[in-house]
C-alpha cells in the first residue's frame, strides 16, 4: 500500500510561458486550476521564466521534485527546461494534444479564456490532477 503524500511531498506543475497565444493561456489556466483546486494540497507551481533564468531555488526545486510540464504548442519550452535543468520529469502534456481530443472547442480570446478554452483547460487540469495522483500513489 502506497502512502498519501506528506506536505513536503509536492508534484510541481509547470505550465508554458506561451504569452499571447490563447494555447499558452489555456496552459496556465490549467496549471492554475490543479494548483488552487483540484489537487492543492499535493501541487505546487512555478514560474517557467524564474527556471530559465537560472534561479536557484527553482532549480533545486524542479530536480528534488517530480515535475509534470503542460505546454501550449508542439515546441515544449516547458518540458525541454525543466530536462535542461536536470529536472525529475515525471509528466508532460501539451495543449495541441488536447485540442485533437477536443475539435469541437475553438478557443479565440488569449487575455480572457472564451467557454472553449476554459473547458479544454479543465480537461486538461482534470488529466493533470489524474497524472498527480498517480505519482504520488493516490486513487
Do not use: W
Request: charged share 25%; aromatic share 2%.
Amino acid at each position: 500500500m502506497k502512502m498519501k503524500a506528506t506536505s513536503q511531498e509536492k508534484v510541481v506543475v509547470i505550465p508554458c510561458s506561451g504569452i499571447g497565444k490563447a494555447f499558452g493561456s489555456i496552459s496556465r489556466d490549467a496549471v492554475y486550476e490543479v494548483t488552487e483546486n483540484l489537487r492543492k494540497d499535493t501541487t505546487q507551481t512555478l514560474c517557467l521564466a524564474l527556471l530559465v533564468s537560472g534561479d536557484e531555488e527553482s532549480l533545486q526545486l524542479v530536480r528534488n521534485s517530480k515535475c509534470i510540464t503542460v505546454d501550449g504548442c508542439p515546441l515544449q519550452c516547458a518540458q525541454k527546461n525543466v530536462s535542461l535543468a536536470g529536472g525529475n520529469l515525471a509528466g508532460s502534456l501539451r495543449v495541441v494534444d488536447a485540442y485533437k481530443d477536443n475539435r469541437q472547442l475553438k478557443p479565440k480570446s488569449v487575455t480572457f479564456l472564451d467557454s472553449d478554452g476554459q473547458q479544454m483547460a479543465l480537461a486538461i487540469a482534470e488529466k493533470v490532477a489524474e497524472k498527480v495522483d498517480d505519482l504520488l500513489g493516490e486513487h
